[in-house]
């Protein structure tokens, strides 16, 4: 059974940072596109951050770039989100997502890119 777990969720004030992980199990990520999302009460689900396999191919929503660094650690299966210089509105519910053993088409953006998807994990940032 596939599975990704986030962690590393809380409550920090803003300006602050905050680590998220996304442990994968079931199967390797390493030759997979993996992405972070996050949806905010009454929102739509949106894209924050996406790296390919090798490490590169990383892009990011312009809301978060110059703040938030994505990485990942394939001997691990895990990769995480450094979020810095928290703003209030980066309040949401952080999803990581795995793209499918058949490479997808499309765009890394698109939640439709991808087949697995973490739980999910909260940040609070107050103002």
């Known amino acids: 059974q596939v599975r990704l777990v986030e962690s590393g969720g809380g409550l920090v004030q803003a300006g602050g940072s905050l680590r998220l992980s996304c442990a994968a199990s079931g199967r390797t990520f390493s030759r997979s596109y993996m992405g972070w999302f996050r949806q905010a009460p009454g929102k739509e689900r949106e894209f924050v951050a996406a790296?390919?396999?090798?490490?590169?191919?990383?892009v990011y929503a312009d809301s978060v770039k110059d703040r938030f660094t994505i990485s990942r650690d394939n001997a691990k299966n895990t990769v995480y989100l450094q979020m810095n210089s928290l703003k209030s509105e980066d309040t949401a519910v952080y999803y990581c997502?795995?793209?499918?053993?058949?490479?997808?088409?499309?765009?890394?953006?698109?939640?439709?890119?991808?087949?697995?998807w973490g739980q999910g994990t909260q940040v609070t940032v107050s103002s």
């Open positions: 997502a795995g793209e499918g053993e058949a490479h997808s088409s499309g765009s890394v953006y698109n939640p439709r890119f991808y087949d697995y």
């Open positions: 790296i390919s396999w090798i490490g590169g191919g990383i």
